[in-house]
């Protein structure tokens, strides 16, 4: 009779809200004493393999054959590191994919709902905007001042062309 292991992780467990953070932080903290104890050991086994001498052995020659013959056990460790960082990145992607993705993308399609809306109806209302801002910059220019006259030049003297201003407030008086 086969008997069921409900200690085991399964899809179903990660799909359900914080699963994949637990499970993240399940596998990073049994990842990192897997490579605490690899480090250790290691360490041990480079320190034992160094006192080995051979005759013949040139100054140093120990220690750079112990360094290349424990090579395997530090990739191990580099890899059990990365494996440490690669599972502290499973939720974060998670959340980036799959929780928060909807939201982005319902945000965008508000957005471009909008603008669609907006160039329906800006047709005609950027003619009217646009000749309504150079209406406010020309009266803007021209406060009265205490006479009654503008600050801003009226008329072009002689000898200057007529400038765009000049033409805007010809427009105004008239």
Known sequence: MTEINNARWTSDHLMKPGGTALYGAQQRERLRQMADEVQALR??????????RFDGDKPFQN??????????????????RDAVNDAG????????????LPAKREKQAEKKELEKAQKKGLAHSRAVNTAGQLNGVALGLEDPAKDGKSNGKKDTTEGQEPTFLDYLDNQRRA
């Open 89 to 100: 990145k499973l939720d974060k992607e998670f959340q980036r994919r799959y929780v928060e």
């Open 43 to 52: 360490r041990e086994y480079q320190a034992d393999l160094e006192s080995l």
């Open 63 to 80: 220690r750079i054959r112990a360094y290349l013959a424990s090579r395997p056990l530090a990739r191990l460790e580099k890899e059990l």
